[in-house]
């Protein structure tokens, strides 16, 4: 599916979610609809998933995006979810990697009774477009999953996921695909705070910006183009698509200073490693207010 078929897709789930949130259902108490949105700020540590010092380049960023959920239950124990969104990230450093990205889903929770204790249990798919400032980066993505959320405590919950993605790009070396398994906790530690982690698995495509200064990274690339976000071939930086497994481990505490806003902070370290002795590191940090209406 080209990026003309996935605008059309997107613009579909979105309108779906609107007509619905105007629609007549809005009078009918099995349905209403959420309104979120974001500001961030955050760091990065290696922009470009790069191995050697004289590669690895960091970048603050912000970040920005809005949205609208329509929930309609279908049955006493199911309900159905479609969500429209936009999503851009400007970074301080690298205009290359800046973007914006337009997302229709849908969701499907049932709760097979009304137990405090019965899990929630859920599916879901998702299209996105999405533009960067980098040619060979702009794609087609398609994501879907599993999961099970459970209360454990009154004031712990747990969720369990597993995902897979693919990517359709302007280039060979963006044409990804993985698959990941993820569980995270969430414990209300007071009235307003609330503490969560988390870590997931991850089994696919990834890709690292270098110089083509060691054999490892070419002996296991199983595609090469020049990054343009980095200067391309005239700052002999290429990208590399390696098969690869990572690791991530998640941390953040959730303040909220309303009912309708919170402020968020952020830790994310991720490790990744590829054939042949390939393998990066990447620190991620975000700070942002969060509302909900």
Same mark, same amino acid.
């Not at 922009?47 to 970040?63: W, Y």
């Given at each position: ?79 159905? !979810? ?37 899990? !929630? ?148 370290? !991720? ?11 990447? !620190? ?10």
């Amino acid at each position: 599916m080209g990026h003309g078929a996935a605008v059309s897709v997107v613009r579909s789930a979105f309108a779906c979610a609107l007509l619905a949130i105007a629609g007549p259902a809005m009078a009918d108490h099995h349905a209403h609809t959420r309104y979120s949105g974001e500001l961030g700020a955050g760091y990065d540590s290696n922009v470009g998933n790069s191995e050697a010092a004289a590669d690895i380049r960091e970048s603050a960023f912000a970040t920005g995006g809005a949205s609208a959920e329509y929930f309609r239950q279908l049955n006493l124990f199911t309900t159905l !979810v479609l969500r429209g969104g936009v999503q851009g990230e400007h970074y301080d450093r690298y205009e290359g990697l800046s973007n914006a990205k337009a997302t229709g889903a849908a969701r499907l929770l049932v709760r097979p009774d009304g137990g405090f204790l019965t899990p !929630v249990l859920g599916a879901w798919v998702s299209a996105s477009y999405w533009e960067f400032d980098s040619a060979i980066r702009d794609s087609d993505e398609y994501r879907g999953g599993l999961f099970a959320n459970q209360q454990i405590t009154t004031r712990i919950s747990g969720r369990l996921a597993l995902g897979a993605a693919w990517r359709e790009s302007d280039s060979r070396v963006f044409d990804t695909h993985g698959a990941s398994a993820a569980l995270n906790l969430d414990w209300r530690l007071a009235e307003r705070a609330t503490l969560y982690g988390g870590y997931q698995f991850y089994r696919g495509d990834v890709v690292s910006t270098a110089a083509p200064t060691t054999l490892k990274i070419g002996l296991a690339a199983e595609e090469i183009e020049p990054d343009d976000a980095f200067g391309g071939l005239a700052a002999n930086q290429r990208a590399y698509r390696l098969d690869a497994e990572a690791h991530v481990g998640t941390l953040g505490l959730n303040y909220a200073l309303s009912s309708k806003l919170s402020a968020d902070l952020q830790g994310q370290y !991720v490790d990744t490693r590829a054939d042949y002795g390939n393998e990066y590191q990447r !620190v991620l940090a975000v700070l942002s207010l969060l509302a909900r209406f």
